[in-house]
């Protein structure tokens, strides 16, 4: 049963809370740094059936060329090796629109956001949990504190809706996985977050568990340094 199992994920949570100084965290703002972001997409993504091949060996989804756009990737020193990208709601849509019904959010005019296009360089998998939960970190606190979005949706294969639902805390936002035409048909299962009470629930949830297992303080109560440029880019654009 799912209840017993995100109460072992949980469990077996190690947060790092120092990272290393040369991870630069970073909205994408050169040709480079999306060129190297859309390549690891593609080949992330070609791993795991969810890009057909094609001749140029890069991913570019169209939503990426729509305002309301951001591509947020690590670097180190100038190699791009984790990317993300937010997608806020507008006239054109979501991705997630042609497999769950967003509109009772819009309905209740709150404002949508959808992450997309995550992807982690291959070489470096031995550090990808910690990647992971700080590249996660800086999209929900830019999607809160910047864009101020109240809804997050993402659309996961199976293997990876268990980070989103049990330590996350998404909620099922379809019954069962649907076959998802921006992910060459494969199965993906939709999620969504209400932003404005994830930090509730979440302290409701973990702010008694030890440092390394506590998703509360990780990504609502501690602040990474300024040399990750966590705060120092979110209030310079604000």
Request: aromatic share 14%; hydrophobic share 40%.
């Given at each position: 049963?799912s209840?017993?199992r995100?109460?072992?994920?949980?469990?077996?949570?190690?947060?790092?809370y120092?990272l290393?100084?040369?991870w630069q965290?970073?909205?994408?703002?050169s040709?480079?740094e999306y060129?190297?972001a859309?390549?690891?997409?593609y080949?992330n993504y070609?791993?795991?059936?969810l890009q057909?091949?094609?001749?140029i060996?890069i991913?570019i989804?169209?939503?990426?060329l729509?305002?309301?756009s951001?591509v947020?990737?690590v670097?180190?020193?100038d190699q791009?090796?984790a990317?993300v990208?937010l997608?806020v709601?507008?006239?054109?849509?979501?991705?997630?629109?042609?497999a769950?019904?967003l509109e009772?959010f819009?309905?209740e005019?709150?404002?949508?956001?959808?992450?997309?296009?995550?992807a982690?360089d291959?070489?470096?998998?031995?550090?990808?949990?910690?990647?992971?939960f700080a590249?996660?970190k800086?999209?929900?606190?830019?999607?809160r504190?910047?864009?101020k979005v109240?809804t997050?949706?993402?659309?996961t294969k199976?293997?990876?809706?268990?980070?989103?639902?049990?330590?996350?805390?998404f909620?099922?936002?379809t019954?069962?996985?649907?076959?998802y035409e921006?992910?060459?048909?494969?199965?993906?299962?939709f999620h969504?977050?209400?932003?404005?009470?994830?930090e509730?629930n979440?302290?409701?949830?973990?702010?008694?568990?030890?440092?390394?297992t506590?998703?509360?303080?990780?990504?609502?109560?501690?602040?990474?340094g300024?040399n990750?440029?966590?705060?120092?880019?979110?209030?310079?654009?604000?």
């Amino acid at each position: 049963p799912s209840k017993i199992r995100y109460t072992i994920l949980r469990s077996q949570l190690n947060l790092c809370y120092d990272l290393p100084h040369d991870w630069q965290f970073k909205i994408a703002d050169s040709v480079d740094e999306y060129e190297q972001a859309f390549k690891m997409l593609y080949k992330n993504y070609r791993e795991v059936g969810l890009q057909a091949e094609n001749n140029i060996g890069i991913r570019i989804p169209k939503y990426n060329l729509v305002p309301g756009s951001t591509v947020i990737v690590v670097k180190i020193q100038d190699q791009v090796i984790a990317t993300v990208t937010l997608l806020v709601d507008s006239a054109f849509g979501l991705p997630a629109d042609v497999a769950s019904n967003l509109e009772g959010f819009r309905s209740e005019n709150k404002r949508i956001g959808e992450i997309s296009a995550l992807a982690i360089d291959s070489r470096y998998q031995k550090l990808k949990g910690k990647l992971l939960f700080a590249l996660t970190k800086f999209m929900y606190q830019y999607a809160r504190e910047f864009l101020k979005v109240d809804t997050l949706v993402a659309g996961t294969k199976d293997r990876v809706s268990d980070f989103y639902r049990g330590i996350l805390l998404f909620k099922p936002l379809t019954e069962r996985p649907v076959n998802y035409e921006f992910g060459n048909s494969q199965a993906i299962a939709f999620h969504s977050l209400d932003v404005t009470e994830a930090e509730e629930n979440s302290f409701d949830l973990y702010s008694k568990k030890p440092m390394n297992t506590n998703i509360y303080n990780y990504y609502h109560a501690h602040r990474f340094g300024d040399n990750l440029m966590f705060q120092k880019l979110i209030f310079e654009r604000s």
